[in-house]
């Protein structure tokens, strides 16, 4: 019974937000040395078995949103001024609701595609909505690009442990061990998160409404889950290589 209370699990990779630029340019489109930031996130979650892969971003024809329709991923443009990870997983929402309600997320292409879906390169297969029935069971999974160090071993665990869960669980997050220098991280600033649907976004909004048997808390020992990588000097120290190449001229 467990299994069927999750029997859609949807990827979302928040990319909206432009403000935290790092030495001028946007976080997904940074280089690790295996990829950019948004395409190692889209290959952990397909790793993972994540079934759609959904990537919310500011404008459906700049770089980012290319990228991520390069690499097979779907994409969501993120409206008025909403940039956190939870605007990012209310437009999927809303993408992934009833075709009655679809008009209230903007798909990813539609203003180059005079106003067709485009979603992922695929408007037929891409862009299908959810049933009824379908909406009640999605649960969401978010990992934001700025955490690349994030393994696919680790998003797998999560979702096998989620899957197990029941029905009481409303969001899974990592837990680090004590001792650990990101162990006193709260809940909400580690990924990636597992959310039930409908409605998810609301829990990233208040997380201090979830607890108790709401939130599964599941053991990890990746480090890359607590390491957002949103500043200059962190994108140095944890990729150096690709970091010269980016800023250093010589």
Do not use: C
Not at 36 to 49: C, D, K, M
């Amino acid at each position: 019974m467990a299994r069927s209370l999750v029997n859609r699990l949807l990827g979302v990779i928040p990319a909206a937000d432009r403000g935290g630029q790092i030495g001028g340019a946007p976080p997904p489109l940074l280089q690790t040395g295996e990829g950019t930031f948004l395409e190692r996130a889209i290959t952990v979650l397909r790793s993972a078995g994540v079934e759609r892969v959904f990537v919310g971003v500011r404008d459906a024809r700049d770089p980012v949103a290319a990228q991520a329709l390069r690499a097979g991923a779907e994409i969501v443009e993120v409206g008025g001024e909403g940039r956190d990870p939870s605007a990012s997983l209310e437009a999927v929402e809303g993408k992934t609701t009833s075709a009655s309600d679809r008009g209230s997320a903007r798909l990813g292409g539609s203003a180059a595609a005079g106003g067709s879906a485009a979603a992922g390169g695929s408007a037929a297969a891409g862009g299908s909505a959810l049933s009824g029935s379908e909406q009640e069971n999605v649960s969401f999974l978010l990992l934001p690009s700025t955490y690349p160090g994030v393994s696919a071993s680790t998003v797998r665990a999560m979702i096998e442990e989620w899957r197990g869960a029941g029905e009481a669980a409303k969001v899974a997050a990592p837990l680090l061990p004590e001792g650990t220098s990101l162990a006193h991280l709260p809940w909400h600033e580690l990924a990636p998160l597992i959310l039930r649907g409908p409605r998810a976004a609301d829990r990233l909004r208040a997380p201090g409404a979830v607890g108790g048997a709401d939130l599964l808390r599941i053991p990890v020992t990746d480090p890359g889950v607590g390491e957002r990588i949103d500043t200059l000097p962190l994108y140095r120290r944890h990729f150096p290589q690709a970091f010269r190449r980016r800023f250093q001229k010589w």
